[in-house]
């Protein structure tokens, strides 16, 4: 069974950091990419930053400079280190496995709350 599991979540204040973490269980092989989303208010699903499996990273532009996505291919981990956060980075983080032949696993979601 598959199952993507986050953690990391929290309240911060303004300017302050998090780390969130993603692994995958019962995925042996397949993996395109790791991928960070956050849900709106609206409830859209907004990417926030992805990982190629050859490590090639991509980022929203709200994040630039302030998020850096990583990956462990081995342990199927993926990272995102949140510095600099503003109240309007406060959501529901998702981390999502896409894999190669068009399947997508997503995880529970974790929370992020950043006040001013």
């Known amino acids: 069974q598959v199952q993507l599991v986050e953690s990391g979540g929290g309240s911060v204040q303004t300017g302050g950091s998090l780390r969130l973490s993603c692994e995958a269980y019962?995925?042996?092989?397949?993996?395109?990419?790791m991928n960070w989303y956050r849900q709106s208010p609206e409830k859209q699903y907004d990417l926030v930053a992805s990982?190629?499996?050859?490590?090639?990273?991509n980022y929203a532009d709200s994040v630039k400079g302030r998020f850096t996505i990583s990956g462990d291919n081995v342990r199927k981990q993926v990272y995102l280190q949140m510095d600099g956060l503003r109240p309007e980075d406060s959501a529901v983080y998702y981390c999502?496995?896409?894999?190669?032949?068009?399947?997508?696993?997503w995880g529970q979601g974790t929370q992020v709350t950043v006040s001013s």
């Open positions: 990982i190629t499996v050859a490590g090639a990273a």
């Open positions: 019962g995925i042996t092989s397949g993996i395109e990419s």
């Open positions: 999502k496995a896409g894999m190669q032949v068009g399947l997508e696993y």
